[in-house]
């Protein structure tokens, strides 16, 4: 062996790594040379997501956040003589002694009560069309054909239907049943307007589920029929758990919905009456504002109205999931 060979590897092993690394970086051999490549794919890689979603974020911020905020503070500022002046939660205190406004929150108490049927009667129908029974492609159709009209048409067709001298009342006095006042009675009033609304938006819900049972595992009903299950269990042990996402989802918008949505309904079927009993929040907010000439006060209730839906979606929401943990 030669020396100068032996001291050639004797010199480069006497050398310290980062003289190593530093010539294999200037060589560009090594992970040095690419780093600060990967540090920056890294870095616009965790930016994406954010850049995707700012545009939609900017969107909520601007029409919707900030004139949220704009109305809550507009609601603790006067009407009428005091316009402008801040007055606190006197508009909140007015609401309260309001029986009108005490109605409307009332009737939210049964909007909350009927839910349930609101969101069984589409995943029921739903259900049926999934399983296929005959046909299923022209019920599909039918169910989601109110969905397209207006709520002022919707209207107008059941003043006809549920008139008090109506085909409806026709057919009920022909079996002998009597005529009801479907319109005119404070206690039936309300629940004719809902089942009304139900009718007209359960097309969309229809269609959610629909959706939802599509990422349904078909094997799982197979199975559920192979070991006998009748309807209602293979309802109750596999369609529910397995559309429980779906199921959220609907509870919360079909309940935003009967809030925010039956205001065409309403002002075209019984105009907040008969003696206010079919008043809602969204309607009083809007006799406050356009008869009463009271922006501030509907302010105060566009509030309680927002804080009511927060409430009452993170309520459903918790309830469901937890529904769905133990199942």
Same mark, same amino acid.
């Given at each position: 062996?030669?020396?100068?060979?032996?001291?050639?590897?004797?010199?480069?092993?006497?050398?310290?790594?980062?003289?190593?690394?530093?010539?294999?970086?200037?060589?560009?051999?090594?992970?040095?040379?690419?780093?600060?490549?990967?540090?920056?794919?890294?870095?616009?890689?965790?930016?994406?997501?954010?850049?995707?979603?700012?545009?939609?974020?900017?969107?909520?911020?601007?029409?919707?956040?900030?004139?949220?905020?704009?109305?809550?503070? &507009? *609601?603790?500022?006067?009407?009428?003589?005091?316009?402008? #002046?801040? %007055?606190?939660f006197?508009?909140y !205190?007015?609401? /309260?002694?309001?029986?009108?406004?005490?109605?409307?929150?009332?009737?939210?108490?049964?909007?909350?009560l009927?839910?349930?049927?609101?969101?069984?009667?589409?995943?029921?129908?739903?259900?049926?069309?999934?399983?296929?029974?005959?046909?299923?492609?022209?019920?599909?159709?039918?169910?989601?054909?109110?969905?397209?009209?207006?709520?002022?048409?919707?209207?107008?067709?059941?003043?006809?239907?549920?008139?008090?001298?109506?085909?409806?009342?026709?057919?009920?006095?022909?079996?002998?049943?009597?005529?009801?006042?479907?319109?005119?009675?404070?206690?039936?009033?309300?629940?004719?307007?809902?089942?009304?609304?139900?009718?007209?938006?359960?097309?969309?819900a229809?269609?959610?589920?629909?959706a939802? &049972? *599509?990422?349904l595992?078909?094997?799982?009903?197979?199975? #559920?029929? %192979?070991?006998?299950?009748?309807? !209602?269990?293979? /309802?109750?042990?596999?369609?529910?758990?397995?559309?429980?996402?779906?199921?959220?989802?609907?509870?919360?918008?079909?309940?935003?919905?009967?809030?925010?949505?039956?205001?065409?309904?309403?002002?075209?079927?019984?105009?907040?009456?008969?003696?206010?009993?079919?008043?809602?929040?969204?309607?009083?907010?809007?006799?406050?504002?356009?008869?009463?000439?009271?922006?501030a006060?509907?302010?105060?209730?566009?509030?309680?109205?927002?804080?009511?839906?927060?409430?009452?979606?993170?309520?459903?929401?918790?309830?469901?999931?937890?529904?769905?943990?133990?199942?």
């Amino acid at each position: 062996m030669s020396p100068i060979g032996s001291s050639g590897r004797v010199a480069q092993a006497g050398r310290p790594d980062g003289a190593l690394a530093g010539e294999a970086a200037v060589d560009g051999r090594g992970p040095a040379s690419k780093s600060p490549r990967v540090r920056n794919g890294r870095r616009a890689e965790r930016l994406a997501p954010y850049v995707l979603v700012a545009p939609a974020v900017l969107i909520i911020v601007v029409l919707r956040l900030w004139p949220l905020g704009l109305g809550v503070n &507009f *609601s603790f500022t006067g009407d009428g003589e005091r316009n402008g #002046a801040t %007055v606190g939660f006197d508009n909140y !205190a007015e609401l /309260i002694d309001d029986p009108l406004f005490r109605t409307a929150l009332r009737n939210v108490g049964w909007l909350v009560l009927l839910l349930p049927v609101a969101v069984a009667i589409p995943g029921l129908l739903a259900t049926f069309i999934y399983l296929r029974v005959p046909g299923h492609q022209i019920f599909r159709s039918v169910y989601f054909f109110p969905a397209v009209l207006s709520p002022v048409i919707i209207g107008a067709i059941f003043n006809l239907l549920l008139a008090f001298d109506g085909p409806l009342n026709a057919v009920l006095g022909g079996s002998g049943l009597g005529p009801v006042d479907w319109l005119g009675d404070p206690d039936v009033a309300m629940f004719t307007v809902v089942g009304v609304h139900i009718w007209a938006t359960s097309g969309m819900a229809l269609v959610v589920f629909l959706a939802g &049972f *599509s990422t349904l595992d078909p094997a799982l009903l197979d199975a #559920a029929r %192979v070991d006998g299950a009748s309807l !209602a269990r293979m /309802i109750w042990h596999v369609i529910i758990p397995g559309l429980s996402r779906t199921i959220q989802f609907v509870v919360v918008t079909t309940m935003i919905g009967m809030l925010t949505s039956m205001f065409g309904l309403l002002y075209v079927m019984t105009s907040g009456g008969p003696e206010g009993s079919t008043y809602l929040p969204e309607y009083y907010i809007w006799v406050q504002q356009g008869q009463m000439s009271s922006p501030a006060l509907a302010s105060a209730a566009s509030t309680v109205l927002f804080l009511v839906m927060l409430v009452v979606g993170l309520l459903q929401v918790g309830l469901l999931r937890r529904a769905g943990r133990e199942d």
